[in-house]
Nanobody, 118 residues
Framework: QVQLVESGGGLVQPGGSLRLSCAASGFTFGSASMRWYRQAPEKERELVANINMSGARIDYADSVKGRFTISRDTAKNTVYLQMNSLKPEDTAVYYC???????????WGQGTQVTVSS
């Protein structure tokens, strides 16, 4: 079955960096668009970054452009989110999502907490 396992979250000071990883299994990695979402307390879940199946198209939310970088490693079946210049408003649970186009279905990881605080 499809599994997405996030890691790399934690507590970081404002201005710091973290790299999130999402290890995927149970499907053909190259057949899915991979996305990172986040959800802060009492807020809607929002799309942070998207990378398409080939890696040729990447999109970011305006709030993270220039600070976050999404990438994927096909050999490791892993998608990453490099987060730099972190701000307190980046505090949220970050979720990995795989959208498998051939079946029109998305899958979620369990989430990893990112807290930006001094």
């Amino acid at each position: 079955q499809v599994q997405l396992v996030e890691s790399g979250g934690g507590l970081v000071q404002p201005g710091g960096s973290l790299r999130l990883s999402c290890a995927a299994s149970g499907f053909t990695f190259g057949s899915a668009s991979m996305r990172w979402y986040r959800q802060a307390p009492e807020k809607e879940r929002e799309l942070v970054a998207n990378i398409n199946m080939s890696g040729a198209r990447i999109d970011y939310a305006d709030s993270v452009k220039g600070r976050f970088t999404i990438s994927r490693d096909t050999a490791k079946n892993t998608v990453y989110l490099q987060m730099n210049s972190l701000k307190p408003e980046d505090t949220a649970v970050y979720y990995c999502n795989a959208f498998i186009w051939s079946i029109g279905r998305g899958y979620w990881g369990q989430g990893t907490q990112v807290t930006v605080s001094s």
